[in-house]
T-cell receptor
Framework: GNSVTQMEGPVTLSEEAFLTINCTYT??????LFWYVQYPGEGLQLLLK?????DKGSNKGFEATYRKETTSFHLEKGSVQVSDSAVYFC?????????????FGKGTKLSVKP | ETGVTQTPRHLVMGMTNKKSLKCEQH?????MYWYKQSAKKPLELMFV???????ENNSVPSRFSPECPNSSHLFLHLHTLQPEDSALYLC?????????????FGPGTRLTVL
């Protein structure tokens, strides 16, 4: 079946530190991959996405590369800010997925200290 | 209004009450979703509507009753809930055209059942 596994948090970093949040997936065919972010008290927002192997999604200084050989989509940012404190969700949309079905990981909470 | 809106943002109800959650999307999408987000648990997909027809119901108890009167509006009717139903209820929408499209989320309704 289809599933997403992401590193458990919480992750605590100092401002300007390098961030990596690991995400691996299991899927048949060629899924699309997403990172969503949830700021405190808000709903989820799409952060970035990649629809095929070797695609790199990027937004707001965050990047993730679709690695089919390692079935991974790790989220990275070179220099985090306090405002990046949020919960980050990795998700996939199965190949031929109907109704935009998304499968989410459990989320990783990031806290950035000044 | 833009994006996906949800009302109310916060709701406190007793176990014998009947209430409804409302979601409205202003994106011209044709699919809408209800999710439940509980502390320390993955996002749970509850219901999916595509072209105003329910296409998925993930074994949700009958005390939750969805309604989709048109492509822009989605309701979740609640009755005789239990304290364990306390959670953040998120609505989302997407354009379901058979490709891998992202979902756009509302801010959620924080529900507390006493």
């Amino acid at each position: 079946g289809n599933s997403v596994t992401q590193m458990e948090g919480p992750v605590t970093l100092s401002e300007e530190a390098f961030l990596t949040i690991n995400c691996t997936y299991t899927a048949t065919g060629y899924p699309s991959l997403f990172w969503y972010v949830q700021y405190p008290g808000e709903g989820l927002q799409l952060l970035l996405k990649a629809t095929k192997a070797d695609d790199k999604g990027s937004n707001k200084g965050f990047e993730a590369t679709y690695r089919k050989e390692t079935t991974s989509f790790h989220l990275e940012k070179g220099s985090v800010q306090v405002s990046d404190s949020a919960v980050y969700f990795c998700a996939l949309s199965p190949w031929g997925g109907s109704q935009g079905n998304l499968i989410f990981g459990k989320g990783t909470k990031l806290s950035v200290k000044p | 209004e833009t994006g996906v809106t949800q009302t109310p943002r916060h709701l406190v109800m007793g176990m014998t009450n009947k209430k409804s959650l409302k979601c409205e999307q202003h994106l011209g999408h044709n699919a809408m979703y209800w999710y439940k987000q509980s502390a320390k648990k993955p996002l749970e997909l509850m219901f999916v509507y595509s072209l105003e027809e329910r296409v998925e119901n993930n074994s949700v108890p009958s005390r939750f009753s969805p309604e989709c009167p048109n492509s822009s509006h989605l309701f979740l009717h609640l009755h005789t809930l239990q304290p364990e139903d306390s959670a953040l209820y998120l609505c989302a929408s997407s354009q379901d055209d058979g490709t891998h499209n992202e979902q756009f989320f509302g801010p959620g309704t924080r529900l507390t059942v006493l």
